[in-house]
């Protein structure tokens, strides 16, 4: 296991971590989170050894092999298979040795180094990395080529294949799912679920977490806090330490009021100096507990849209590409005021494409693009980072929208974003990446955009900043058009999802849920030998593809009455805890409150039935649902 006992982490002056303490058991999966700047990366490199901590001792197994995402790659112009393939040096040493052996001629020798070639798992070591890198988006054309022709995206997703081709105990994950697509991020979701070691990753996505880890490491106040189970589990159990922690704080204030009061009033008295002095020892002695803080440190909304006319835009007989042959082909569509869509399909279908169209980046190559009076567009893509002036302030960009609003007002919109006191009047260049995707969603956000389109809108921001963009969105005004790995931020705002595949752009009949299973009856049928796809006749798929949508139809009422049980379970649970909060309360239990307690122990004991019946009916609803997905 790995024993972190009272570490202190320092970067420049401030201490990230102070006598921190945590015990990571063998074979647990750990999410490990915190606020942004709060020393997650740093703890990784602890547990690398690239780091010393300033006082504590951090303990891992001298015999465990440590795998991590490393940010050099080494030699460019190798193939991406080869960089693979050396993120298993037992494989690499095996390999060596067979080479030597061979060269000497020495039979004993080939023997023993094939054996050992064997051992490692030799034989197979190609296919698993040409899996990897299958898994990860890499066509099978893509392997050979030179890790200099991919892009800066692409090769992160190389070191990503590179540290899961080592046979590792502990394995150390840094945001695994930036610039990957959701067709990856599910691929890898399966991936890590069978990873026998020790994993500790670090990530933005609920979604994600929520699938993968068992246990959370939050880092918080300097200190590591565990807890038991994935995100919403974690978010469940510190809702209600914290909300035991603000009775507690609150009740000792109490008591901190009564004792300062007597100290104040008889400290001058003789006759009552003695008890004074020992209720100042009593406060000075007191731990003072803080209070509760779990505000958001994010907080905007879009403003009211200027009306448009309907439709908002349309492509017609649209070929889209950067030239022969087009990307998608054919397309006819249009969008709404009001209309929220989610783009689904695999890596390299065209989803960018299409918005790029949409935003007006990306001219048709034939066919028409059609807008309406008063559109105001506002684009968000990875580009449009690269695209802000290094040199102006948060502040300078915001003005340059807006010369006409005052100082004040620019301020107080840019708080709401992170930017502050003098981040609002720094420089661009030296801010993170989550940071300046901060900054290009603020200016969207204050030109009121009446259709939005956003292509990886979360790659960077922290958890706290994705909550606060999924509610701004529930509430947008405008239509909006998302391409976005995060299946939370899909599942919580937008209503329609369009398939973009093979060319084309269809509506898609179903959710995230059947979206995977649409994945993987597309992998299955990959598979199948070309001879085999060729015997299927067009009337058999006719009949699956009507099999399918009774499927779908039979499963959406289930579906819905689950959501609905579980979503009325969460507000009896909400009102229950708060309750409960009020039953604490001493007051409560004098004299003068006795109609007031019995009420509340009244309403307790008709929310715990309804709870209780809430609950059965929905295991009764996800027991059914499961049953015939099943069939």
Known sequence: MIQLTGITLRRHVEPLLENASATLYPG????????????????LALLRGELS???????????????????????????????VLDGDPGFRDAEREVLRADADGDGTAIGRAHAHYQQVDGYTAHARAATLLSGLGFRTSDQQRPAAAFSGGWRVRLGLARALMCPSDLLLLDEPTNH??????????????????????????????????????????????????????????RAARLAGQQATYEQQQRAVAHMQRFVDRFRAQATKARAAQSRIKALERMTLVAPAQVDNPFRFSFKEPPRAGNPLLALTEARLGYGDPPILDGIGLQLSPGDRIGLLGPNGAGKSTLVRAL???????????????????????????????PGASPLEHLARLSPVATEQRRRDFLGG????????????APLSGGEKARLVLALLVWQAPNLLLLDEPTNHLDLEMRAALTLALQDYAGALVVVSHDRHLLATTVDTYWLVSDGAVTVFDGDLTDYRRWLER???????????????????????????????????PLQARASRLAAELDRVGTELAGLERELAEPALYGADARDQLSALLQRQGTLRQRAEQLEADWIAAEESLVAVQAE
């Open 28 to 43: 647990h999966r750990v999410g490990l989170i915190g606020a942004n700047g709060s020393g997650k990366s740093s703890l």
């Open 53 to 83: 901590s300033e006082t504590g001792e951090a303990a891992i197994p001298k015999q465990w092999i440590i795998a991590h995402m490393a940010q050099d790659l080494g030699d460019l112009e190798r193939s991406a298979l080869d960089l």
């Open 180 to 237: 990957l697509d959701l067709e990856a991020v599910l691929w890898l979701e399966d991936w890590l679920k069978a990873y026998r070691g020790t994993l500790l990753l670090i990530s933005h996505d609920r979604d994600f977490l929520d699938a993968v880890v068992n246990e959370v490491l939050h880092i918080e106040h300097r200190q590591l806090n565990q807890y038991r189970g994935g995100y919403s589990d974690f978010e469940r159990q």
């Open 359 to 389: 935003a007006g980046e990306l001219r048709p190559l034939t066919g028409a693009l059609e807008t309406s009076a008063n559109l105001r567009i506002g684009y968000f893509a990875q580009h449009q980072l690269e695209q802000l002036d």
């Open 417 to 428: 974003f992170g930017f502050a006191g003098d981040l609002a009047n720094s420089p661009v």
């Open 522 to 556: 597309r992998a299955r049928n990959a598979a199948r030998p070309a001879a085999q796809n060729t015997t299927i006749d067009v009337g058999d798929r006719r009949d699956q593809r009507r099999r399918d949508a009774a499927r779908r139809a039979e499963l959406r």
